[in-house]
């Protein structure tokens, strides 16, 4: 069993025509007992296709803490004013993936939490409080990540 319910809200990694990574979202369009593994029927949003049949390595739940932003730029985290805009990029991804979130309180440049990143903003979201965190790839990488996580991890 997939673990997948009909409704069930789900993030799709796909490759675009570009050949660049595409990131989807979309519902489980049935449960997981009328369709045979290893694909899932989802209905992504903005389709005409009533259903298409996904391969379920490429499907993940969509939830607070795996919602992810991967941008390349290293100045990200650099530039300040680069990084404030961070806030408001997840945040434009997190009701494009149909997350509500109940509050969003910037921190300013955000504060650095260790050598990799910041802690950019506090945030509610299902009753919840979690913080929304940009970190750098390690190992000289330029890509930045940006994710919400629970507070208690870090220490501000």
């Known amino acids: 069993m997939n673990g997948f319910q009909h409704g069930d809200r789900i993030r799709v990694e796909l490759e675009g025509d570009d050949g660049l990574p595409l990131v989807r979202y979309g519902f489980v369009d049935a449960s997981d007992d009328r369709w045979p593994r290893p694909g899932v029927p989802v209905m992504l949003d ?19 803490t795996n ?25 434009a991804e997190a ?7 109940q509050a969003l309180h910037c921190i300013g440049d955000g504060v650095r939490d260790s050598s990799e990143g910041y802690v950019l903003a506090e945030l509610n979201a299902g009753g919840d409080h979690y913080v ?4 750098r790839e390690p190992l000289d990488s330029d890509v930045v990540h940006v994710r919400a996580d629970r507070p208690h991890r870090f220490q501000l």
């Open 132 to 135: 929304l965190r940009a970190t």
């Open 95 to 101: 009701e494009a993936a149909g997350l509500e979130i």
């Open 46 to 64: 903005g389709e005409i296709d009533p259903t298409t049949v996904i391969d379920l390595s490429r499907i993940t739940a969509v939830t607070i």
């Open 67 to 91: 919602l992810e932003l991967r941008l390349d730029g290293a100045d990200l985290l650099v530039d300040p004013h680069l990084r404030r805009g961070l806030v408001q990029m997840w945040s």
